[in-house]
């Protein structure tokens, strides 16, 4: 079967006129797919009835799908799980947090960076999901129509499949798809340069960098991505971008104990990102199998965000969410067991 979600208005035209609709039929599919948020081509009413019977003929749909399983955290917070690709389910975290209301997306089946504390990474990649599996993460959880937010940061690098991000962030955004503000919308990334410059260059979406070691070596032993994508040669990348007014730059800096937490990393973090806007959040580890590390204890990360502060970088702690359904950063590994239809990990 053949997909609508995830096309954007030029390909929806095609489809149009495969069909025998005119040009501003495209318009229309748009809005009954991303604004009426209909599940059947049936549904889209102002289509002559024999043009959506030739779109269902040759093999059209709108193609929503529901989560196959939920899970739901004493602190608020819901885990999705999808189908994904390769054999391999995805999953979506919802993050409900007074006035705003946030959904971690995943970009990718598994993921081929190879971070050795992210469980992600753990079960290696097993393929790309396309922008319709993006958005349909969006539209189809039960707390859709209340959102404010998106980040990309659940499963994958985003800028590993970039084509699709790209599209995806397009239908977010376009006046004919749903018209959000590119600055509702993060994406995350190690640092993959050729889709982040496209990200940087294409869009107007915030940017967070997962950083997590001030000194190279150390930074590849636990990311080995650092080899191919030096942290000198990203930052220099983003340099050559303005943060400085609406769009915000930040660092994501996971806390290992005894690894990345001394004064020693909070001053060379400071003199690393002096002169780039960004700003740092420092995340609390959580213990994933198959990495020997330890999370930071509370008082050492308020001593290192304390520390950047002083030295003019602006650092928070990310109050950490859905550990109990392993949700929080890090954790997602898109494997379910189903009981009274939530799950537990």
Excluded at 199 to 223: K, N, W, Y
């Amino acid at each position: 079967m053949k997909k609508l979600l995830g096309l954007n208005l030029a390909q929806l035209g095609e489809v149009a006129a495969s069909v025998g609709l005119r040009p501003f039929a495209a318009k229309q599919m748009a809005a009954w797919l991303y604004q009426k948020r209909v599940t059947d081509i049936a549904a889209m009413t102002d289509l002559p009835k024999q043009a959506r019977a030739r779109l269902a003929e040759e093999g059209w749909t709108v193609g929503r799908e529901e989560p196959v399983a939920e899970a739901r955290s004493t602190d608020g917070t819901a885990k999705y799980l999808f189908r994904g690709v390769g054999g391999r389910d995805i999953e979506a975290v919802y993050i409900p947090d007074r006035e705003r209301a946030t959904l971690c997306v995943s970009s990718q089946a598994g993921c081929r960076m190879g971070c050795r504390f992210c469980m992600t990474g753990q079960g290696g990649w097993q393929g790309n999901l396309d922008a319709g599996a993006i958005i349909n993460q969006v539209l189809s959880i039960p707390e859709s129509e209340s959102l404010t937010n998106i980040v990309f940061m659940g499963m994958g690098e985003p800028a590993d499949n970039i084509e699709a991000v790209l599209r995806a962030v397009e239908i977010l955004t376009a006046p004919w798809g749903l018209a959000w503000s590119p600055r509702r919308i993060t994406v995350s990334t190690i640092g993959k340069l050729d889709g982040l410059r496209r990200l940087l260059d294409e869009t107007q979406v915030h940017i967070a960098v997962s950083l997590h070691s001030p000194f190279p070596t150390e930074r590849e032993g636990i990311m080995p991505v650092e080899k191919a994508f030096a942290t000198r040669d990203v930052l220099a990348e983003l340099r050559r971008h303005d943060f400085a007014h609406q769009r915000r730059l930040s660092m994501e800096y996971t806390m290992f104990a005894g690894l990345n937490d001394d004064m020693r990393h909070a001053d060379a973090l400071a003199r690393l990102l002096r002169g780039t806007d960004a700003r740092v959040n420092l995340i609390r580890f959580h213990k994933t199998p198959g990495f020997e590390g330890a999370p930071s204890d509370r008082s050492t990360m308020e001593r290192f965000r304390d520390r950047l502060n002083e030295l003019g970088i602006t650092a928070t702690i990310r109050a950490s969410r859905g550990e109990d359904i392993m949700a929080a950063c890090g954790m997602l590994a898109g494997k379910a067991k189903t009981n009274n239809n939530k799950t537990d990990e």
